[in-house]
């Protein structure tokens, strides 16, 4: 998979995260950690819609199974009330790629030959 230069934001935002005295490094490993699971679930739409695709395909679409159980583990302690600021980042921009998907995959049934 093609890292697009994620690999150097990563290193640039743990370079900014290490400069705030306020947080010690497991909480600035913890905002890496999620920080490339989101780029990860990114990727992973990017790669799907660079790849061409047909209105069945977009419909068919899926997320990997690691994108699939990391979104239920956060949903899972959101409502427990355990998630840090950096992991319910990281859920929201997985819920904005499930919005993004699900209005592709409306569309895409716009443009299914009628049967």
Do not use: W
């Amino acid at each position: 998979m093609r890292e697009f230069g994620f690999a150097r934001v990563i290193s640039a935002v743990r370079r900014f995260l290490l400069k705030l005295k306020r947080l010690d490094k497991s909480t600035i490993k913890e905002y890496s950690v999620c920080v490339m699971n989101t780029v990860k679930a990114y990727e992973e739409v990017v790669d799907f819609i660079a790849a061409g695709t047909t209105p069945q395909n977009v419909i068919a679409f899926r997320p990997s199974e690691a994108a699939q159980e990391r979104v239920e583990d956060l949903l899972s302690r959101e409502k427990d009330g355990e998630l840090s600021p950096a992991e319910k980042s990281e859920l929201d921009h997985y819920l904005q790629l499930e919005h993004l998907m699900r209005l592709a995959k409306a569309r895409a049934r716009d443009f299914l030959p009628n049967e």
